[in-house]
């Protein structure tokens, strides 16, 4: 079985809800408050646990209660946490969200997860084999995902990376990774706006995701649209995260792109059912034999 090796950020989410969000310099009164485990790294590595096989977490914590917290949780999860150690010197990273008007807005401020450095992540990159799969996002260093790209590229081990937040990413990174997964935002981002251009670019390569209306890519010929799964919503944090960590646990089990991508779909749309970023990621069992494809 390939190997899943998330690098990334951990956190600890402040999550407050309102009916509305608040105007530049309007105090109003929330209908709720929760703290709970997240960052997008933690994330994709908790979704993938729950849907595959050795899952693997790289990543800083703080040495405080807030990093107690979030190795905790990533042990009840089942994810598989030698490459998390804590930093000393700085708190935990933290995330501050307003869910209002069915949507969320998110601050998160990186702290320990600073420490995601090359020099840290070697260590651990050094137990991948040939075929196996990495997994990245953007709340740690750049030059951290640069050097990641790089070393992916060049022991032909498979690379993921969910732009997100948005910052640029170089040119290096866009060839050199094999997926590519922003949503359309960080695509415009990317790509100037010219969505249907970058696809036809990047065959296979470039995913853009559309949240309940599914994914779209091109497959060399076409461009090819995944529909998505409609589901009540609570909460939508964190449904990138799992689209993201299931499209990992679908190459693992090695499934086609199309199949792999309603896959991802599928999963991400059980995980707006529940609140906070990791409340309605589902597990295998739950999602099995209701894929379109």
Not at 8 to 16: A, E, F, N, R
Not at 80 to 88: K, Q, R, S, Y
Not at 121 to 150: C, F, M, R, W, Y
Not at 194 to 217: F, H, Q, R, S, W
Request: charged share 25%.
């Amino acid at each position: 079985m390939k190997k899943i090796m998330v690098i990334g950020s951990m956190s600890i989410d402040l999550v407050v809800s309102a009916s509305k969000r608040p105007e530049k310099g309007e105090t109003i009164l929330g209908d709720s408050f929760f703290t709970t485990p997240g960052g997008k790294g933690a994330n994709q590595a908790v979704a993938a646990a729950r849907l595959g096989e050795e899952v693997y977490l790289v990543g800083r914590i703080g040495d405080d209660d807030f990093g107690k917290e979030i190795y905790q949780n990533l042990q009840n999860n089942y994810v598989l946490v030698d490459g998390v150690e804590p930093v000393t010197q700085m708190p935990s990273g933290t995330a501050h969200i307003i869910l209002a008007e069915q949507d969320n807005s998110i601050i998160f401020v990186p702290s320990a997860n600073n420490e995601v450095t090359p020099e840290y992540v070697e260590k651990h990159l050094a137990h991948l084999n040939k075929g196996d799969i990495v997994l990245l996002q953007q709340e740690i260093p750049s030059e951290t995902v640069e050097h990641v790209i790089d070393y992916c590229k060049e022991n032909e081990i498979t690379s993921i990376l969910n732009p997100a937040p948005f910052r640029e990413v170089s040119d290096n990174v866009i060839e050199k990774a094999d997926y590519l997964t922003p949503n359309e935002t960080e695509s415009d981002g990317m790509f100037k706006g010219n969505m249907d251009e970058a696809l036809a670019k990047y065959p296979n390569k470039l995913i853009v995701t559309l949240g309940d209306k599914g994914a779209v890519y091109h497959d060399g010929n076409k461009k090819v649209e995944v529909p998505g799964y409609k589901r009540e919503v609570k909460d939508t944090t964190g449904a990138g995260d799992t689209f993201n960590g299931a499209f990992a646990v679908a190459l693992q089990k090695e499934f086609n792109l199309e199949k792999a991508l309603d896959f991802a779909n599928l999963a991400a749309s059980y995980s707006v059912t529940g609140m906070g970023a990791q409340g309605g990621m589902p597990k295998l069992s739950e999602i099995e034999g209701e894929w379109h494809v």
